[in-house]
T-cell receptor, first 109, second 114 residues
Framework: AQRVTQPEKLLSVFKGAPVELKCNYSYSGSPELFWYVQYSRQRLQLLLRHISRESIKGFTADLNKGETSFHLKKPFAQEEDSAMYYCALSGNNFNKFYFGSGTKLNVKP | DTEVTQTPKHLVMGMTNKKSLKCEQHMGHRAMYWYKQKAKKPPELMFVYSYEKLSINESVPSRFSPECPNSSLLNLHLHALQPEDSALYLC?????????????FGSGTRLTVV
């Protein structure tokens, strides 16, 4: 069975501080991992996908297969980063997507 | 056009009403999805259409009836809903291999059942 765990419901940091949103997964095959972001009253948007190894809005995420983690990191948080962040996984059945419970990031001025 | 468009944005319906939610995309995506999202919860998969055929039904009650008239449109027909069905209903689409490219989500229909 697939499972995505985001242990923190809420993460509060000050502007300019580093931020790390944790995501752990369990999956018996080779998963594809994603981070989605949902700003207040906006649609769910794809932020990162592990296969692209990209940096979007200063965020990066590395897939660690040994630790089965895909933590989202940013060295200097900005107030506009405040949003709900969901880690998501899809596996061999390409059309099934599983979301973690989400972490609300609050960046304080 | 790189968006998934959902209508209406808001819907209030009684438990005896019949209504439909609509979703449209013109990105050439061949997989389309319905998700349900309750407040402060992650989206939960309801249905998956692949090449206009229903491929996944996550044990959704029959009062929700999906329909995919063509590759650009996805409907969700609602009948005899319960107040606990009140939620944000999200439509999404993806290229055939959604696992690599991820999904594009619509902004959702906020449904209230009274």
């Amino acid at each position: 069975a697939q499972r995505v765990t985001q242990p923190e419901k809420l993460l509060s940091v000050f502007k300019g501080a580093p931020v790390e949103l944790k995501c752990n997964y369990s999956y018996s095959g080779s998963p594809e991992l994603f981070w989605y972001v949902q700003y207040s009253r906006q649609r769910l948007q794809l932020l990162l996908r592990h296969i692209s190894r990209e940096s979007i809005k200063g965020f990066t995420a590395d897939l660690n297969k040994g630790e089965t983690s895909f933590h989202l990191k940013k060295p200097f948080a900005q107030e506009e980063d405040s949003a709900m962040y969901y880690c998501a996984l899809s596996g061999n059945n390409f059309n099934k997507f599983y979301f973690g419970s989400g972490t609300k990031l609050n960046v304080k001025p | 056009d790189t968006e998934v468009t959902q209508t209406p944005k808001h819907l209030v319906m009684g438990m005896t009403n019949k209504k439909s939610l609509k979703c449209e995309q013109h990105m050439g995506h061949r997989a389309m999805y319905w998700y349900k999202q309750k407040a402060k919860k992650p989206p939960e998969l309801m249905f998956v259409y692949s090449y206009e055929k229903l491929s996944i039904n996550e044990s959704v009650p029959s009062r929700f009836s999906p329909e995919c008239p063509n590759s650009s449109l996805l409907n969700l027909h609602l009948h005899a809903l319960q107040p606990e069905d009140s939620a944000l209903y999200l439509c999404a689409s993806s290229q055939e291999d959604g696992s690599i490219y991820g999904y594009t989500f619509g902004s959702g229909t906020r449904l209230t059942v009274v």
